[in-house]
């Protein structure tokens, strides 16, 4: 939202366009990364390195 728009919204819709926003951009599991995605990523660390 431009700042003009934040400003023409009235309480509740900001709220529902920050709860938008918090459901949209945060992850549904717990984050906890496996170990097997670890080692891959350490792996293309590790192949970059040289």
């Known amino acids: 939202m431009t700042p003009a ?8 819709q900001f709220n529902a366009a920050v709860s938008g926003w ?5 992850p549904e599991d717990s984050g906890e990364m496996s170990a097997e995605a670890e080692d891959d990523i350490w792996k293309g660390v590790m192949e970059r390195m040289g």
């Open 22 to 26: 918090i459901a949209a951009n945060s």
């Open 5 to 12: 728009e934040v400003g023409r919204c009235s309480l509740w």
